[in-house]
Protein backbone atom coordinates (compact mmCIF):
# COMPACT_ATOMS: atom_id res chain seq x y z
CA UNK A 1 0.00 0.00 0.00
CA UNK A 2 1.22 3.69 -0.64
CA UNK A 3 0.51 6.41 1.75
CA UNK A 4 0.71 10.42 1.48
CA UNK A 5 0.24 11.23 5.96
CA UNK A 6 -0.20 15.14 6.38
CA UNK A 7 2.11 16.02 2.89
CA UNK A 8 1.96 19.54 2.34
CA UNK A 9 4.33 20.33 -0.92
CA UNK A 10 5.50 24.03 -1.64
CA UNK A 11 7.75 24.93 -4.94
CA UNK A 12 8.51 28.37 -3.07
CA UNK A 13 9.07 29.60 0.23
CA UNK A 14 5.56 30.88 2.02
CA UNK A 15 3.39 29.15 -1.10
CA UNK A 16 1.93 25.96 -0.82
CA UNK A 17 0.56 23.91 -3.56
CA UNK A 18 -0.67 20.97 -1.31
CA UNK A 19 -1.90 21.36 2.23
CA UNK A 20 -2.88 18.11 4.62
CA UNK A 21 -2.93 15.55 1.74
CA UNK A 22 -3.79 12.18 3.04
CA UNK A 23 -5.02 9.17 1.46
CA UNK A 24 -3.95 5.54 1.55
CA UNK A 25 -3.94 4.15 -2.16
CA UNK A 26 -4.25 0.41 -1.97
CA UNK A 27 -3.32 -2.47 -3.69
CA UNK A 28 -4.53 -3.64 -6.56
CA UNK A 29 -6.67 -0.35 -7.46
CA UNK A 30 -6.55 2.18 -9.93
CA UNK A 31 -7.26 5.49 -8.51
CA UNK A 32 -7.69 8.84 -10.51
CA UNK A 33 -6.54 12.35 -9.28
CA UNK A 34 -8.86 14.78 -10.40
CA UNK A 35 -8.94 18.87 -10.06
CA UNK A 36 -9.04 21.52 -11.82
CA UNK A 37 -5.72 23.16 -13.38
CA UNK A 38 -2.93 24.54 -10.88
CA UNK A 39 -4.33 21.95 -8.05
CA UNK A 40 -1.01 20.02 -7.14
CA UNK A 41 -2.22 16.93 -9.03
CA UNK A 42 1.04 16.39 -10.57
CA UNK A 43 3.10 17.77 -7.80
CA UNK A 44 1.13 15.01 -5.57
CA UNK A 45 2.63 12.25 -8.08
CA UNK A 46 5.73 14.10 -8.46
CA UNK A 47 5.91 13.89 -4.00
CA UNK A 48 4.30 9.94 -4.37
CA UNK A 49 7.04 9.02 -6.43
CA UNK A 50 10.15 11.02 -4.17
CA UNK A 51 11.44 13.18 -6.51
CA UNK A 52 9.61 16.27 -4.85
CA UNK A 53 10.28 16.33 -1.11
CA UNK A 54 7.10 17.61 1.58
CA UNK A 55 7.96 20.68 3.92
CA UNK A 56 5.67 18.65 6.13
CA UNK A 57 4.34 14.82 5.89
CA UNK A 58 5.51 11.53 4.48
CA UNK A 59 5.17 8.95 1.79
CA UNK A 60 5.09 5.29 2.69
CA UNK A 61 5.46 2.38 0.73
CA UNK A 62 4.55 -0.45 3.26
CA UNK A 63 6.24 0.77 5.67
CA UNK A 64 9.12 2.32 4.43
CA UNK A 65 9.81 6.14 3.59
CA UNK A 66 9.39 6.38 -0.34
CA UNK A 67 12.51 9.47 0.24
CA UNK A 68 14.70 6.95 2.40
CA UNK A 69 14.87 4.55 -0.50
CA UNK A 70 17.78 3.81 -2.74
CA UNK A 71 17.47 4.68 -6.13
CA UNK A 72 17.87 0.80 -7.19
CA UNK A 73 15.14 -0.02 -4.52
CA UNK A 74 12.96 3.29 -5.63
CA UNK A 75 13.12 1.93 -9.45
CA UNK A 76 12.09 -1.39 -8.69
CA UNK A 77 9.35 -0.61 -6.72
CA UNK A 78 7.79 2.90 -8.34
CA UNK A 79 7.37 3.54 -12.20
CA UNK A 80 6.44 6.87 -12.90
CA UNK A 81 5.08 8.02 -16.67
CA UNK A 82 5.43 12.05 -17.04
CA UNK A 83 3.10 14.33 -19.21
CA UNK A 84 5.63 13.76 -21.97
CA UNK A 85 9.16 12.87 -22.88
CA UNK A 86 12.46 15.06 -21.89
CA UNK A 87 14.24 12.63 -23.97
CA UNK A 88 17.37 14.83 -25.55
CA UNK A 89 19.49 12.11 -27.32
CA UNK A 90 18.77 10.00 -30.23
CA UNK A 91 17.56 6.51 -29.06
CA UNK A 92 15.38 4.15 -31.03
CA UNK A 93 12.02 3.48 -29.47
CA UNK A 94 12.70 -0.19 -28.34
CA UNK A 95 16.11 1.68 -26.88
CA UNK A 96 14.23 4.15 -24.60
CA UNK A 97 11.77 0.80 -23.49
CA UNK A 98 14.74 -1.33 -22.95
CA UNK A 99 16.53 1.20 -20.15
CA UNK A 100 13.61 0.66 -18.47
CA UNK A 101 14.58 -3.20 -17.52
CA UNK A 102 16.10 -2.64 -14.15
CA UNK A 103 15.86 -6.05 -13.82
CA UNK A 104 17.19 -7.61 -16.33
CA UNK A 105 14.92 -9.33 -16.77
CA UNK A 106 12.49 -8.70 -19.78
CA UNK A 107 13.81 -9.68 -23.24
CA UNK A 108 10.66 -9.46 -25.53
CA UNK A 109 10.48 -5.52 -25.43
CA UNK A 110 8.51 -6.24 -29.16
CA UNK A 111 5.84 -8.04 -27.66
CA UNK A 112 5.64 -5.07 -25.09
CA UNK A 113 5.55 -2.59 -27.93
CA UNK A 114 2.74 -5.11 -29.94
CA UNK A 115 0.69 -4.68 -26.74
CA UNK A 116 0.73 -0.71 -26.90
CA UNK A 117 0.82 -0.81 -30.43
CA UNK A 118 3.88 0.32 -31.52
CA UNK A 119 5.38 -2.53 -32.75
CA UNK A 120 6.12 -1.09 -36.35
CA UNK A 121 8.01 1.90 -34.85
CA UNK A 122 10.70 0.05 -32.98
CA UNK A 123 13.63 1.27 -34.57
CA UNK A 124 12.68 4.56 -35.16
CA UNK A 125 13.87 7.40 -33.46
CA UNK A 126 11.70 8.25 -30.29
CA UNK A 127 11.92 11.62 -30.82
CA UNK A 128 10.40 11.50 -34.26
CA UNK A 129 7.43 9.70 -32.93
CA UNK A 130 4.20 12.06 -32.58
CA UNK A 131 3.15 13.04 -28.98
CA UNK A 132 0.66 10.25 -28.42
CA UNK A 133 2.98 7.77 -29.78
CA UNK A 134 5.68 8.70 -27.58
CA UNK A 135 3.32 8.81 -24.68
CA UNK A 136 2.22 5.07 -25.11
CA UNK A 137 6.00 4.20 -25.47
CA UNK A 138 5.90 5.70 -22.01
CA UNK A 139 3.47 3.24 -20.85
CA UNK A 140 5.67 0.33 -22.45
CA UNK A 141 8.60 1.52 -20.67
CA UNK A 142 6.47 1.72 -17.43
CA UNK A 143 5.33 -1.66 -18.15
CA UNK A 144 8.78 -2.90 -19.10
CA UNK A 145 9.70 -1.23 -15.80
CA UNK A 146 7.50 -3.12 -13.31
CA UNK A 147 7.95 -6.67 -15.20
CA UNK A 148 5.60 -9.77 -15.45
CA UNK A 149 3.57 -11.57 -13.15
CA UNK A 150 2.14 -10.57 -9.56
CA UNK A 151 2.88 -6.66 -9.45
CA UNK A 152 1.43 -6.54 -5.59
CA UNK A 153 4.40 -3.87 -3.79
CA UNK A 154 4.77 -2.30 -6.98
CA UNK A 155 3.69 1.38 -7.84
CA UNK A 156 2.85 3.00 -11.16
CA UNK A 157 2.30 6.73 -10.99
CA UNK A 158 1.08 8.34 -14.14
CA UNK A 159 0.44 12.00 -14.64
CA UNK A 160 -1.84 12.57 -17.82
CA UNK A 161 -0.69 9.10 -19.57
CA UNK A 162 -3.72 9.24 -22.14
CA UNK A 163 -3.86 13.17 -22.56
CA UNK A 164 -1.90 13.37 -26.39
CA UNK A 165 -3.68 10.02 -27.51
CA UNK A 166 -6.19 9.45 -29.90
CA UNK A 167 -9.54 8.25 -28.37
CA UNK A 168 -9.16 4.35 -29.48
CA UNK A 169 -5.43 4.52 -27.98
CA UNK A 170 -7.07 6.33 -25.00
CA UNK A 171 -9.48 3.71 -24.09
CA UNK A 172 -6.39 0.75 -24.99
CA UNK A 173 -3.80 2.59 -22.42
CA UNK A 174 -6.60 2.47 -19.38
CA UNK A 175 -7.16 -0.90 -20.30
CA UNK A 176 -3.77 -1.67 -19.77
CA UNK A 177 -3.34 0.55 -16.66
CA UNK A 178 -5.84 -1.46 -14.86
CA UNK A 179 -4.51 -4.88 -16.08
CA UNK A 180 -1.74 -3.85 -14.44
CA UNK A 181 -4.02 -2.92 -11.17
CA UNK A 182 -5.11 -6.18 -11.54
CA UNK A 183 -2.13 -7.99 -11.26
CA UNK A 184 -1.89 -6.43 -7.89
CA UNK A 185 0.25 -2.68 -8.96
CA UNK A 186 -1.33 0.44 -7.34
CA UNK A 187 -1.96 2.63 -10.09
CA UNK A 188 -2.19 6.19 -9.46
CA UNK A 189 -3.39 8.37 -12.87
CA UNK A 190 -4.20 11.80 -13.26
CA UNK A 191 -6.90 12.22 -15.39
CA UNK A 192 -9.13 14.58 -16.98
CA UNK A 193 -11.23 12.74 -18.98
CA UNK A 194 -14.48 11.90 -17.16
CA UNK A 195 -15.51 9.51 -19.54
CA UNK A 196 -12.16 7.24 -18.92
CA UNK A 197 -12.31 7.78 -15.58
CA UNK A 198 -15.68 6.55 -15.17
CA UNK A 199 -14.99 3.38 -17.06
CA UNK A 200 -11.53 2.51 -15.44
CA UNK A 201 -11.16 3.44 -12.07
CA UNK A 202 -12.09 1.74 -9.15
CA UNK A 203 -11.45 4.77 -6.82
CA UNK A 204 -11.05 8.85 -6.86
CA UNK A 205 -9.13 11.17 -5.46
CA UNK A 206 -10.26 14.98 -5.66
CA UNK A 207 -8.13 17.92 -5.04
CA UNK A 208 -9.81 21.52 -5.20
CA UNK A 209 -7.88 24.56 -6.07
CA UNK A 210 -6.31 25.05 -2.56
CA UNK A 211 -4.63 22.04 -2.78
CA UNK A 212 -6.60 19.75 -0.39
CA UNK A 213 -8.20 16.50 -0.87
CA UNK A 214 -11.90 17.67 -1.07
CA UNK A 215 -13.62 13.80 -1.86
CA UNK A 216 -11.96 10.53 -1.76
CA UNK A 217 -13.51 7.08 -2.23
CA UNK A 218 -14.84 4.43 -4.60
CA UNK A 219 -15.01 6.21 -8.06
CA UNK A 220 -19.00 5.33 -8.18
CA UNK A 221 -19.33 7.59 -5.40
CA UNK A 222 -17.16 10.41 -6.11
CA UNK A 223 -17.94 10.69 -10.20
CA UNK A 224 -20.96 12.24 -10.12
CA UNK A 225 -22.50 15.84 -11.42
CA UNK A 226 -22.92 17.60 -8.07
CA UNK A 227 -19.44 16.23 -6.71
CA UNK A 228 -17.86 17.21 -9.42
CA UNK A 229 -20.02 19.95 -10.07
CA UNK A 230 -18.49 21.36 -6.93
CA UNK A 231 -14.94 20.70 -7.89
CA UNK A 232 -14.79 22.19 -11.17
CA UNK A 233 -16.87 25.27 -10.56
CA UNK A 234 -19.15 24.08 -13.81
CA UNK A 235 -22.13 22.41 -14.37
CA UNK A 236 -22.29 18.81 -15.67
CA UNK A 237 -25.31 16.86 -16.65
CA UNK A 238 -25.29 12.72 -17.02
CA UNK A 239 -25.71 11.08 -19.93
CA UNK A 240 -27.48 7.85 -19.93
CA UNK A 241 -25.24 5.06 -22.28
CA UNK A 242 -27.41 2.30 -23.78
CA UNK A 243 -24.20 0.14 -23.44
CA UNK A 244 -21.57 0.52 -20.23
CA UNK A 245 -21.64 3.29 -17.65
CA UNK A 246 -23.28 6.82 -18.10
CA UNK A 247 -21.56 9.67 -19.36
CA UNK A 248 -20.45 12.73 -17.17
CA UNK A 249 -20.49 15.44 -19.56
CA UNK A 250 -20.36 19.71 -19.17
CA UNK A 251 -23.68 21.02 -19.72
CA UNK A 252 -23.05 23.40 -22.58
CA UNK A 253 -26.70 25.02 -22.86
CA UNK A 254 -25.92 25.94 -18.71
CA UNK A 255 -22.51 27.73 -19.25
CA UNK A 256 -23.71 29.53 -22.57
CA UNK A 257 -26.63 30.97 -20.47
CA UNK A 258 -24.24 31.55 -17.38
CA UNK A 259 -22.04 33.35 -19.92
CA UNK A 260 -24.96 36.01 -21.49
CA UNK A 261 -26.31 36.43 -18.28
CA UNK A 262 -22.49 38.04 -17.01
CA UNK A 263 -22.60 39.92 -20.83
CA UNK A 264 -25.54 40.99 -20.17
CA UNK A 265 -24.88 42.42 -16.43
CA UNK A 266 -21.84 44.48 -17.85
CA UNK A 267 -22.93 45.91 -20.67
Do not use: W
Amino acid sequence: MLRAIDLCVSHQPGRLVLEGVTHAFATGTLTVVLGPNGAGKSTLLRTLMGVLTPVRGRVLLGEQRVHDLRPAERARRLAYIPQRSEAIFAFSLAEMVAMADVRGRVSDVHGVLERVGLAPFAHAAFASLSAGQQQRGLVARAMVQLGDGDLSGSVLLADEPVASMDPRHAVATMGLLAGLASRGATVVAVVHDLALAGAFATHAVLIGASGRVVGAGAATDMLDGETLGRLYDAPFRRVVATEGPDVLVIDVARVNAAQGELRGASS
